[in-house]
Nanobody
Framework: QLQLVESGGGLVQTGGSLTLSCVAS????????IRWFRQAPGKDRVFVAG????????TYSDSAKGRFTISADTAKNTNYLQMTNLNPEDTGVYYC?????WGQGTQVTVSS
C-alpha cells in the first residue's frame, strides 16, 4: 500500500525559503505523477506544482511560477518542493499526492 509522508514545513518570514519533502513507500514514483497542493485556513485545497509520470514537464500554479521548483530523487523515492521568496499568501498545509493517495500534510506559515 502506498504511503506518503511530507516534511520540511515551518515558520518563516516574508522573503524566506523552505524545501518540502514527500517520501513515498510501497510504490515507486514512476507509476504516477506527483503533485503538491496547498490548503489555506478556511479555503479549498489548491494545486501548487506537479510533474508528469516520467518526472519531467513540471507544471506550476501562477502564484508558484518563478518561485517554486519541484524535483524528484527516484532513488530515494522522494519528491521535493523548493519554495523561495515566500509571502503570507503561501501559508497553509502543503500536501503531496500520488495517484489517489494523499500525505498527511506539513504546515507552512509565512509571517509578514
Amino acid at each position: 500500500q502506498l504511503q506518503l509522508v511530507e516534511s520540511g514545513g515551518g515558520l518563516v518570514q516574508t522573503g524566506g525559503s523552505l524545501t518540502l519533502s514527500c517520501v513515498a513507500s510501497g510504490r515507486t514514483f514512476n507509476s504516477y505523477g506527483i503533485r503538491w497542493f496547498r490548503q489555506a485556513p478556511g479555503k479549498d485545497r489548491v494545486f501548487v506544482a506537479g510533474v508528469s509520470r516520467s518526472g519531467g514537464n513540471p507544471t506550476y500554479s501562477d502564484s508558484a511560477k518563478g518561485r517554486f521548483t519541484i524535483s524528484a530523487d527516484t532513488a530515494k523515492n522522494t519528491n521535493y518542493l523548493q519554495m523561495t521568496n515566500l509571502n503570507p499568501e503561501d501559508t497553509g498545509v502543503y500536501y503531496c499526492k500520488l495517484g489517489d493517495t494523499w500525505g498527511q500534510g506539513t504546515q507552512v506559515t509565512v509571517s509578514s
